[in-house]
């Protein structure tokens, strides 16, 4: 129906019920919004509930909730004092949180699920205010490029700790929510038919099944994916010893593992650009 220029209404609805989760994040007095923070909980910031989990999540909000996941990927933070931003976890200092962008410091933090508020200390006289981020241990030589970048940025965004923290739509530049934004966003990303047969029809072992299956979702363990599970390790290609180990670089980029592509694509005589990722590579 696309072609006669009909919206695909599950889509609109989602966009819709994204008004909501707005909402819940900004007006904190209103007699809906604390009927539903009471029954359900509020989630770390009060920006939205807590997960509705069995029979204490059923009803009207279990069924918006569901949608929080993809609605807070493009949320981002003003800081005003601090209180309802978590410093390693909440978009705040650009496109990425601090836990994304730093995951060997995150992995050594105390204080992994602290607000901004938290972690400013203020001088006796009021005059100034800085940084208090404590780690568990030293930072070892590999990580000090990290930690140079990591306290840089930090230093720039030391917050005044004046107003209330307030969210920012990243899809639209006024930083207001606007539902066409949101369902122009989920229209242009809803993912295609997942080539499922392509994996688990073919005539191979289940486990190599099943390895391609979670490498297309980058769920393998990967040096990156462990350093989010809090494991302090050195995220750097044992092979190449040059890049950081993802699941795309492992199986990919890396020189060793592209030359064994190249290898055997010549031995068959194929000629092939390499996609970007395993995902594409699977969709190919």
Known sequence: MGGLGVRKLAHFNQALLGKWFWRFGQERTSLWRRVIATKYGEGQGGWNTKDCRRAHGCGLWRGINVGWERFSKHLAF???DGSRIRFWHDRWVGDFSLKMLYPQLYACSSD??????DLVDHQEDGSSRCWNVRFYRNFHEREFEAAFSFLELIQAQIPRG???DRPLWRLNRNGKFDTWSFYHKIRSTTPSYFPWKGIWKVKVPKRVAFFLWT???GWILTLDNLMLRSLPLANRCCMCCCSAKSVDHLLIHCPVAYYI???MLQAFGVQWVMPGSVESLVFC
């Open 215 to 217: 490498a297309t979702h």
């Open 112 to 117: 992994k699920e602290a607000f901004i508020s």
């Open 162 to 164: 004046i107003g209330w």
């Open 261 to 263: 592509w190249v290898q």
């Open 78 to 80: 003003v800081v005003g």
